[in-house]
């Protein structure tokens, strides 16, 4: 019998072309518990520490604000995410 181990989805996070794709795949679940959490995972993935000072936010808030049970404020997100590098399209 093999045994499981966690997969941390971090390691797949190698560039930003895996990025784009692992945020695309977030925000087209329309959950914002999940987005918050997966903008956690690239954040974690960046270095939590960079954004930090990135935002003038502590990687305490942050990784409170984005573990899975975090609601992060609206300023927050786009604050990490201008950070991150990433940006959102408006579509009609």
């Given at each position: ?54 935002t ?19 300023k ?17």
């Amino acid at each position: 019998m093999s045994k499981l181990t966690p997969y941390d989805p971090i390691v797949a996070l190698v560039n930003d072309e895996a990025i784009s794709v692992f945020m695309a795949d977030a925000l087209e679940t329309g959950d914002a518990a999940y987005i918050a959490k997966a903008l956690g995972v690239v954040a974690r993935a960046k270095g939590m520490a960079q954004i930090a000072t990135e935002t003038g936010l502590s990687r305490e808030q942050l990784y409170r604000s984005f573990s899975e049970k975090g609601n992060p404020t609206l300023k927050t997100t786009l604050t990490v995410m201008k950070a991150l590098g990433i940006g959102l399209t408006v579509k009609r």
